[in-house]
């Protein structure tokens, strides 16, 4: 089952800070996102393992809520290199892949 | 330090013609390999995944196939490709046991592959 992500895309302007929203029907045991620049490969960003729990990445940071099936992406005081495709995913089936959502498309401009 | 590569960068390929796609990993035994295909703008398409020699799990019944000859060698083909085909694919590896957590996924630079 894919992970819903929200939005789908957002446009800030630099120093703006923004959330990205991933959320599944299924209970979740944990979220990893990544980040994958305009014609680059993803890149991992961090994995969240248990609920409440918060990491962080630069200014980036992430928490989840294993009640609610849900993870959030915080992006704080936004930098142009932030830029880019930011999907979460989800382990499934022996926890052997990840489901990723559909991806939420960030634009910082200056 | 593990290190995946893929090649090539870019293919461009006439309809029907044949498709190998190769990738390797170093600094690692026994990964879990994974092929992607993502279309312009979109997300990640599971297509492969292989948790050993041998071993291929298809995800998306297709022209597509995939063999691993070798513990750190992930191979994706076709024998003739569609204009459909056309796509950004990217090997991924994992290590292998990663528990009920799942595995961090690190992706190759892909290979942007144009079907005309």
Same mark, same amino acid.
């Given at each position: 089952?894919?992970?819903?992500?929200?939005?789908?895309?957002?446009?800030?302007?630099?120093?703006?800070? &923004?959330?990205?929203?991933?959320?599944?029907?299924?209970?979740? =045991?944990?979220?990893?996102?990544?980040?994958?620049?305009?014609?680059?490969?993803?890149?991992?960003?961090?994995?969240?393992?248990?609920?409440?729990?918060?990491?962080?990445?630069?200014?980036?940071? &992430?928490?989840?809520?294993?009640?609610?099936?849900?993870?959030?992406?915080?992006?704080? &005081?936004?930098?142009? /290199? =932030? /830029?880019? #495709? =930011?999907?979460?995913?989800?382990? #499934?089936?022996? &926890?052997?892949?990840?489901?990723?959502?559909?991806?939420?498309?960030? #634009?910082?401009?200056? | 330090?593990?290190?995946?590569?893929?090649?090539?960068?870019?293919?461009?390929? $006439?309809?029907?013609?044949?498709?190998?796609?190769?990738?390797?990993?170093?600094?690692?035994?026994? $990964?879990?390999?994974?092929?992607? +295909? !993502?279309?312009?703008?979109?997300? %990640? !398409?599971?297509?492969?995944?292989?948790?050993?020699?041998?071993?291929?799990?298809?995800?998306? $019944? !297709?022209?597509?196939?995939?063999? +691993?000859? !070798?513990?750190?060698?992930?191979?994706?083909?076709?024998?003739?490709?569609?204009?459909?085909?056309?796509?950004?694919?990217?090997?991924?590896?994992? $290590? %292998?046991?990663?528990?009920?957590?799942?595995?961090?996924?690190?992706?190759?630079?892909?290979? +942007?592959?144009?079907?005309?």
């Amino acid at each position: 089952q894919q992970p819903v992500q929200s939005p789908q895309a957002v446009i800030l302007r630099e120093g703006e800070d &923004a959330v990205i929203n991933c959320s599944s029907s299924k209970a979740l =045991y944990s979220v990893h996102w990544y980040r994958q620049k305009h014609g680059e490969a993803p890149v991992f960003l961090m994995i969240l393992l248990k609920g409440g729990e918060q990491k962080g990445h630069e200014k980036i940071s &992430a928490s989840f809520n294993e009640k609610k099936q849900q993870s959030s992406l915080y992006l704080t &005081a936004s930098q142009l /290199s =932030y /830029s880019g #495709t =930011y999907f979460c995913g989800t382990p #499934t089936q022996g &926890a052997q892949k990840l489901v990723f959502g559909q991806g939420t498309r960030l #634009t910082i401009n200056p | 330090s593990q290190t995946i590569h893929q090649w090539p960068a870019t293919l461009v390929q $006439p309809v029907g013609s044949p498709l190998s796609l190769e990738c390797t990993v170093e600094g690692t035994s026994n $990964p879990n390999l994974y092929w992607y +295909r !993502q279309a312009a703008g979109r997300g %990640l !398409q599971l297509l492969f995944y292989s948790v050993g020699i041998g071993q291929i799990s298809s995800e998306v $019944p !297709q022209n597509l196939s995939a063999s +691993r000859p !070798q513990d750190r060698q992930f191979i994706l083909s076709s024998k003739k490709l569609l204009l459909s085909d056309s796509g950004f694919y990217l090997c991924a590896w994992s $290590p %292998l046991s990663g528990g009920i957590a799942g595995n961090i996924q690190y992706f190759g630079a892909g290979t +942007r592959l144009s079907v005309l």
